[in-house]
């Protein structure tokens, strides 16, 4: 009986291909795109969990209120992780980490720049699943200059795994043993560094301050309830090892400090949560957000949505054109369950169809869609385990879905009824499929305006004026591997022909390289009058070589010996400390240790520079204060030349010319800025991708409806041609349904997207508003659409010759 329904199955779906292609498309272009969202949400979600520990491993951080000044840190006080095992029975192990920066290794006559270089302590691989291939992981970091590298990394440097024992020369004056060798860390890790350096090595690293913050710190729980517990006791705990260096620094206990409005404490982030959930100063790695997850996640179900309603209204559509056949089956003998098991075959069959089809799409658009989301996804025999079940689960469900409307309803008429015709088909009275109709292009039009928004957000990001020109400028990276040669090679590149000007700092708008100090209003040293900037050190070309504007007073220059103890500070700094005219005032910097005037230097305000966007857009611009100081982190050379190459070529030479044996790494300022936004960069291009798919499976839909439309009313149409009806005439006739539904769309879908993405934007400092040309842009395109989807089966309706429709009657 089975094989007998899959049988007649077949030449039912055979008998009419065009419906049945335009559903099995439909269907397996919505499986495909929706599956390939799964993996890229499923592989976000996935961060940090191949730790075998993970349920049990918390960050600790710190968050610092002075003032008006608000800090969150994803790093720690030196002792704290010594002091956590040792206090607290629950904490199982602790574990520091201190990202390195950069260094070059030696590698035969070379010297190879390397930034994935981090210190940790011994108990790294107590608290980490990090497998050790070679070497002993209860030893491996606890001797000073040890180091342990990955799989990878042994392999590039030595050409093999078997390398405990080998050394590697660091800035070529340190020489580091090691001791062993790593599998490769997971992509899906909020840390990936290809270097762990003994902690012993730093000579910091036993430091007991107290109010310092410069180790990621994390702890390993007996048990995760005992989080809890454990920030419940970090109030006590700060009094206890804290309360005594800050009374001495600011002259007040912990508690004085809170009274005054400002706050020190501490939190516990679990280790799963940090690349979706976090995202503060200090941390070791670029992180996500759960914001594009359920984006993501809400586009893939609108877009599944989208393919299943079109599959079941093309499914009801089409079913009531074998009333007639149900009837002729029922007389001659059929019995109702049979014609339920037989509409219930065809519908489950084409589901399968489109399963197999969306199944293989995935994987031979994975790597394309992995270059366009940045991911290294893979289909693999894990993923199989839960993507198989799943999959035959959706051609069940969905097939069943679909066919219930025939199986139960059609299987219900009464043959008599039907052979007597008396039964009306067609698509006038079909409010179910209106009804889906209006669904669908609902979240189309959402989708649309969705795109038109994240793309006018990111058009704004590019195109803002930041207080600063990007455009034209190259940075040479880690100046400080040529030592005392880097002022040379400043002055030998402003010497060669299309440079304008160059600056010599690692603090840039664009660079990760930050720092912090207390800076006081007056003599008084209250630190209700001071504030917490960010302390840049730059030269004096810095403000012109970067097109900053100022305004008032002046740069650095360095004909003026007394700039030694000017400092040049922006605007919000300006602002921030009430003043009016900076230029000429005193500011007393905070040198650590106990707040006095014999511990504090003080400068005066030079200059003050407009305000310019050093952090991400989606904050406010806060205070900055610098300071004329040699720092050789990065040469940033502003370039006005039609042939780069040649100009990057003597560059080259310059850096070779002063240091051979190290590569040169550059990179355009502009360039770098993007780099800040990619996460937003990929979502606006995946949403318009998305967008685009989920319009073309709605229109799919509308297409298979006007085609059925169009034949139901072939009659009519050749009536109404006889009688003299024109083309234009028929063509609206029967376009003016299918575009009624849709108009009821845009007015479902235009204020819901408003609602929802003006909320997206209040996660940007700077932001867009949503003009009404967005919603009218949205809804005119959504028309224009679904018009030329319908049009193209009304002309061909229309221009048909009438006696073909009405010779049989």
């Known amino acids: 009986m089975i094989r007998n329904y899959i049988k007649t199955a077949f030449r039912s779906l055979r008998k009419n291909k065009g419906f049945t292609a335009i559903n099995i498309l439909g269907l397996a272009l919505g499986l495909a795109t929706c599956l390939l969202i799964v993996l890229y949400v499923l592989d976000e979600l996935s961060y940090d969990r191949y730790n075998a520990k993970s349920n049990r491993i918390y960050r600790v951080n710190e968050d610092l209120k002075l003032g008006e000044n608000n800090v969150l840190y994803a790093v720690c006080m030196p002792p704290l992780a010594k002091t956590l095992k040792a206090e607290y029975p629950y904490v199982e192990n602790a574990v520091r980490l201190k990202n390195a920066g950069t260094s070059h290794v030696k590698k035969g006559n070379f010297n190879i720049s390397e930034n994935k270089i981090a210190f940790a302590d011994p108990s790294l691989f107590d608290v980490f699943t990090l497998p050790m291939i070679n070497g002993n992981p209860a030893s491996a970091l606890i001797e000073p200059n040890s180091v342990v590298v990955t799989e990878t990394t042994a392999k590039k440097y030595f050409n093999s795994i078997n390398v405990v024992g080998k050394t590697l020369l660091f800035n070529d004056n340190t020489l580091c043993k090691v001791t062993g060798v790593i599998k490769d860390i997971p992509k899906q890790s909020h840390f990936n560094f290809d270097f762990f350096i003994s902690m012993s090595s730093w000579p910091d690293s036993r430091s007991n301050e107290w109010l310092r913050s410069d180790y990621n710190t994390y702890v390993l729980l007996k048990n995760p309830a005992d989080a809890k517990k454990l920030e419940a006791s970090f109030p006590e705990l700060l009094k206890k090892f804290s309360g005594a260096q800050m009374q001495a620094q600011l002259n007040m206990s912990i508690d004085a400090f809170e009274k005054s409005g400002s706050f020190f404490r501490m939190n516990l982030t679990p280790l799963t949560d940090i690349h979706l959930h976090s995202n503060?100063?200090?941390?070791?790695?670029?992180?996500?957000?759960?914001?594009?997850?359920?984006?993501?996640?809400?586009?893939?179900?609108?877009?599944?949505?989208?393919?299943?309603?079109?599959?079941?209204?093309?499914?009801?559509?089409?079913?009531?054109?074998?009333?007639?056949?149900?009837?002729?089956?029922?007389?001659?003998?059929?019995?109702?369950?049979?014609?339920?098991?037989?509409?219930?075959?065809?519908?489950?069959?084409?589901?399968?169809m489109a399963t197999v089809i969306a199944f293989i799409a995935a994987v031979a658009l994975l790597p394309l869609f992995n270059q366009l989301s940045g991911k290294e996804i893979l289909i693999n025999t894990q993923s199989l385990v839960w993507m198989v079940p799943c999959l035959l689960f959706i051609v069940v469900f969905i097939g069943a879905l679909s066919g219930s409307y025939p199986a139960f309803y059609l299987s219900a008429f009464q043959p008599i009824d039907v052979l007597k015709g008396k039964l009306v088909a067609g698509f006038k009275g079909g409010w179910l499929r209106s009804f889906l109709v209006v669904f669908q292009f609902s979240i189309s039009i959402f989708l649309i305006i969705g795109t038109l928004v994240v793309y006018n957000q990111l058009n704004y990001i590019q195109t803002k004026n930041l207080g600063y020109n990007r455009s034209q400028v190259l940075i040479v990276q880690n100046i400080f591997e040529l030592n005392k040669q880097a002022k040379i090679f400043k002055q030998e590149v402003k010497e060669i022909p299309g440079v304008i000007n160059a600056t010599m700092t690692g603090f840039l708008p664009t660079s990760n390289w930050k720092s912090t100090a207390i800076y006081f209003k007056d003599a008084s040293l209250d630190q209700k009058r001071?504030?917490?900037?960010?302390?840049?050190?730059?030269?004096?070309?810095?403000?012109?070589t970067l097109g900053m504007k100022m305004a008032s007073g002046r740069s650095f220059s360095k004909d003026m010996q007394t700039d030694s103890t000017g400092i040049v500070i922006n605007e919000s700094a300006a602002k921030f400390l009430g003043f009016n005219n900076a230029v000429n005032k005193t500011l007393y910097k905070s040198l650590g240790g106990k707040q006095t005037l014999d511990n504090v230097k003080q400068y005066h305000?030079?200059?003050?520079?407009?305000?310019?966007?050093?952090?991400?857009?989606?904050?406010?611009?806060?205070?900055?204060?610098?300071?004329?100081?040699?720092?050789?982190?990065?040469?940033?050379?502003?370039?006005?030349?039609?042939?780069?190459?040649?100009l990057l070529s003597?560059?080259?030479?310059?850096?070779?010319?002063?240091?051979?044996?190290?590569?040169?790494?550059?990179?355009?300022?502009?360039?770098?800025?993007?780099?800040?936004?990619?996460?937003?960069?990929?979502?606006?291009?995946?949403?318009?991708?998305?967008?685009?798919?989920?319009?073309?499976?709605?229109?799919?839909?509308?297409?298979?409806?006007?085609?059925?439309?169009?034949?139901?009313?072939?009659?009519?149409?050749?009536?109404?041609?006889?009688?003299?009806?024109?083309?234009?005439?028929?063509?609206?006739?029967?376009?003016?349904?299918?575009?009624?539904?849709?108009?009821?769309?845009?007015?479902?879908?235009?204020?819901?997207?408003?609602?929802?993405?003006?909320?997206?934007?209040?996660?940007?400092?700077?932001?867009?508003?949503?003009?009404?040309?967005?919603?009218?842009?949205?809804?005119?395109?959504?028309?224009?659409?679904?018009?030329?989807?319908?049009?193209?089966?009304?002309?061909?309706?229309?221009?048909?010759?009438?006696?073909?429709?009405?010779?049989?009657?």
Request: overall charge positive; some cysteine.
């Open 280 to 352: 503060r100063s200090g941390e070791l790695g670029p992180n996500s957000t759960t914001q594009y997850v359920y984006i993501f996640s809400a586009i893939a179900i609108f877009i599944l949505l989208i393919a299943c309603v079109n599959f079941m209204n093309l499914s009801t559509a089409r079913s009531a054109s074998r009333a007639r056949e149900v009837g002729v089956r029922k007389v001659l003998g059929s019995p109702r369950k049979y014609l339920i098991a037989q509409f219930l075959t065809e519908s489950i069959l084409v589901t399968f």
């Open 530 to 544: 001071s504030m917490f900037p960010q302390n840049w050190e730059i030269d004096e070309d810095y403000v012109s």
């Open 605 to 646: 305000v030079i200059g003050v520079v407009k305000d310019f966007n050093f952090s991400s857009l989606r904050e406010n611009v806060g205070p900055v204060v610098m300071t004329l100081a040699e720092n050789n982190g990065a040469l940033s050379i502003r370039v006005n030349t039609s042939n780069l190459p040649a």
């Open 650 to 809: 003597q560059i080259k030479d310059k850096w070779k010319g002063l240091s051979p044996n190290v590569q040169i790494n550059y990179s355009f300022m502009d360039q770098e800025f993007d780099a800040s936004y990619r996460t937003e960069q990929l979502t606006g291009k995946i949403a318009i991708v998305f967008t685009t798919l989920a319009i073309v499976i709605a229109c799919l839909g509308l297409f298979g409806l006007a085609a059925y439309a169009a034949e139901q009313r072939t009659k009519e149409i050749g009536i109404r041609k006889v009688l003299g009806a024109n083309v234009s005439a028929i063509v609206s006739m029967l376009s003016k349904d299918f575009m009624k539904l849709v108009f009821i769309s845009i007015l479902i879908a235009s204020p819901l997207a408003w609602y929802l993405m003006t909320k997206w934007l209040q996660d940007f400092a700077y932001r867009i508003n949503i003009q009404w040309w967005v919603l009218v842009l949205a809804g005119v395109a959504a028309l224009f659409i679904a018009f030329i989807t319908v049009s193209f089966q009304s002309i061909k309706a229309a221009i048909a010759n009438p006696v073909d429709s009405l010779k049989n009657e």
